[in-house]
């Protein structure tokens, strides 16, 4: 158990629609990272977020967002879903503390199913 | 940009062989580098990671990686493999983005078969 916690596991949707995907972090940490895993993408790096503010965009749809609140949760939205859009989303934390090395702690994900 | 190359989809090895999973990597500066692997529908796990220091770095479930700076090479590997051993590995590359801050770059990951 990593210890960083993603709610829903499975979500079956439409396309058109909008979804929420939630994740904790590991109890300290203070940033979150989200992470897309697609068969065709691989692992590919959206977004990350530091004690409430945004750090880095990477590939990140403009019709996905995210943010992180002051208890340190992160949700990521994501809207007008496409059927490209199903894919595997993680979330990931670590302490960014004075001798952090760097690894990401994943949470196990939530899988999305556009039909 | 820093960069991860996993040149096999797949490695077969059977069970109670050394197994080796490659990567090849392309940074600018000191590489930090890391082996996570990832079981059917679950999240990816640490292994190890290289920082600085000993270029043979042990990790968990007797898994090891082998960092070598003339060939840009941090191979994963295991003396001998289980059945349980087959999954998903992931090589990654830390790379930093400003501010103090960093991301963690994956290759396209190599599937892992130990046969009985």
């Known amino acids: 158990d990593s210890g960083v916690t993603q709610t829903p596991k499975h979500l079956i949707t439409a396309t058109g629609q909008r979804v929420t995907l939630r994740c904790s972090p590991r109890s300290g940490d203070l940033s979150v990272y989200w992470y897309q895993q697609s068969l065709d993408q691989g692992l590919q790096f959206l977004i990350q977020?530091?004690?409430?503010?945004?750090?880095a965009k990477g590939n990140i749809l403009e019709r996905f967002s995210a943010q992180q609140f002051p208890d340190l949760h992160s949700e990521l939205n994501l809207s007008s879903l496409e059927l490209g859009d199903s894919a595997l989303y993680f979330c990931?934390?670590?302490?960014?503390?004075?001798?952090?090395?760097?690894?990401?702690?994943f949470g196990e994900g939530s899988r999305l199913t556009v039909l | 940009a820093q960069s991860v190359a996993q040149p096999e989809d797949q490695v077969n090895v059977a069970e109670g062989n050394p197994l080796t999973v490659k990567c090849t990597y392309s940074v600018s500066g000191n590489p930090y580098l890391f082996w996570y692997v990832q079981y059917p529908n679950r999240g990816l796990q640490f292994l190890l990671k290289y920082i600085t220091g000993d270029n043979l770095v042990k990790g968990s479930y007797g898994f090891e990686a082998e960092f070598n700076k003339s060939q840009t090479s941090f191979h994963l590997k295991k003396p001998s493999a289980l059945v349980s051993d087959s999954a998903l590995y992931f090589c990654?590359?830390?790379?930093?983005f400003g501010g103090g801050y960093n991301k963690l770059i994956f290759g396209a990951g190599t599937r892992l078969a130990v046969h009985p």
């Open positions: 977020y530091y004690n409430g503010e945004e750090r």
């Open positions: 990931a934390s670590r302490s960014e503390g004075q001798g952090a090395t760097g690894e990401l702690f």
């Open positions: 990654a590359v830390r790379e930093a």
